[in-house]
């Protein structure tokens, strides 16, 4: 054989031996592989409240009780993978299990699956030992978790369902890490995180973003918390007691009303750019506030409380915090369609009860998109009033000034 034949013989050979490399890398010992993973911060919604002087709330957000791992050899259907990490299992926010073959694979996950109350329902087919990928992307049946009455973070269980999905990742020996099982190769997702969602960012983009699988909704109820300050108490060690304004908590039925219009009672395991089936979406359950319980620290918002006050006393704001699926809907929706929040204010003795109604309008979709709405963008006639999974939606509500 020639040289000049030689030579394009040679670097075929060459190639196909470093694509094996990545692609078709058959192991002879037992070899570890580790993901880490990190939680997305809430999408803020177009007109934020301020966070000046906020308590610190609730961390139901980030509470991770489990992680599911589901792995499929990219482009193909059944998995390989089926990893189910428990709270104990999760040391620092990473998962680790034994690969048999250096290639590149399809990654899903799937956090606290058990709060949505149907791991023997609709979500039975993630224990099987393998899964199938259709079933996975096609799952648009998740229910929601009604909205109950005085109840805080209500509408997702005891923890809320998050997921993350990257395609086509090289799992590697020129990963960081050994393989050994104290010193696991560490899967790197960084590439795939900032195509994903361009605009997020973070020191660290190599973590798989677990991102939530409902939109939270924070309703401010502005002015409406007393704060005194209790004697003893010192600058360094402030001490103070909470309660409602006048009439809430005084005169007996006054309640507030949360009304949520046109919302899906399902929607998909995963981000899907496929608009919401409008047969699934109806009213639910009202969100009921009676006032019957001293304001709870935990969700009011403190004023600027090293100025001098009248007595004593402080003026703070309250939230109360709700959470509802996905809604995709389309231009074509009538206004009497649309997803929306009425809050409704009855006090006791009044004739009349105040109202008003939000529409979730999402008025920046049309200018800037969010990095979530990437992921959708090929869904169409995406309109403005779309609800937004891991997006934050925040109302403020003056009832005091009778208005809401």
């Known amino acids: 054989m020639k040289v000049k034949q030689i030579i394009p013989c040679l670097l075929l050979f060459l190639c196909l031996t470093a694509s094996c490399r990545v692609d078709c890398t058959e192991l002879d010992t037992e070899t570890y592989v580790s993901v880490q993973f990190g ?3 809430g999408l803020s919604s177009d007109r934020p409240v ?10 139901v957000d980030n509470k991770l009780d489990e992680l599911r791992v589901i792995i499929f050899p990219a482009g193909e259907n059944r998995s390989v993978v089926n990893y189910l990490a428990t709270a104990q299992d999760l040391t620092n926010r990473r998962a680790t299990f034994l690969f048999d073959k250096m290639a590149r694979y399809d990654f899903y996950f799937i956090a606290n699956e058990s709060a949505s109350n149907q791991k023997s329902g609709v979500l039975a087919f993630l224990s099987g030992e393998q899964v199938n990928r259709a079933d996975l992307e096609s799952m648009t049946g998740v229910q929601m978790v ?15 369902m ?41 020191p660290d983009r190599s973590k798989a973003e677990l991102m939530r699988s409902l939109a939270k909704v924070e309703l401010t ?63 639910l359950p009202p969100y009921q506030f009676s006032f019957k319980s001293k304001p709870d620290p935990k969700y009011v918002i403190q004023p600027d409380i090293s ?3 009248i ?23 009538a206004e009497s369609e649309q997803p929306a929040i ?63």
Not at 50 to 59: I, S, V
Not at 146 to 160: F, H, P, R
Not at 244 to 268: F, R
């Open 39 to 41: 939680i997305l911060q």
């Open 50 to 59: 301020a966070k000046d002087h906020r308590a610190p709330g609730t961390d």
């Open 146 to 160: 009604n909205v109950a009455s005085e109840v805080q973070n209500s509408g997702l269980g005891s923890a809320i």
């Open 162 to 202: 998050m997921t993350a999905l990257y395609k086509n990742v090289p799992v590697s020996t020129s990963l960081r890490g050994s393989g050994t099982q104290s010193d696991p190769y560490v899967v790197d997702f960084t590439a795939f995180n900032k195509i994903q969602r361009p605009k997020y960012t973070a």
């Open 221 to 283: 109820l502005k002015g409406i918390v007393a704060i005194r300050t209790k004697p003893g108490s010192t600058a360094t060690t402030p001490q103070y007691d909470y309660s409602w304004t006048l009439p809430y908590g005084y005169k007996d039925n006054s309640k507030l009303q949360i009304e949520i219009l046109n919302m899906p009672k399902s929607y998909t395991l995963f981000p899907s750019s496929k608009l919401t089936d409008i047969a699934t979406v109806g009213t």
């Open 307 to 309: 100025e001098p006050s």
């Open 311 to 333: 007595g004593g006393i402080y003026m703070g704001d309250y939230v109360i915090t709700i959470y509802l699926p996905e809604y995709l809907a389309a231009k074509s929706l």
């Open 342 to 404: 009425k809050i409704t204010y009855y006090e006791a003795g009044a004739d009349t009860p105040k109202s008003r109604t939000y529409p979730f309008k999402n008025e920046s979709a049309s200018a800037q998109t969010t990095d979530y709405e990437t992921i959708l963008k090929d869904l169409p006639e995406r309109a403005d009033w779309n609800v937004y999974r891991n997006r934050l939606y925040q109302i403020n509500a003056n009832i005091l000034g009778k208005e809401l």
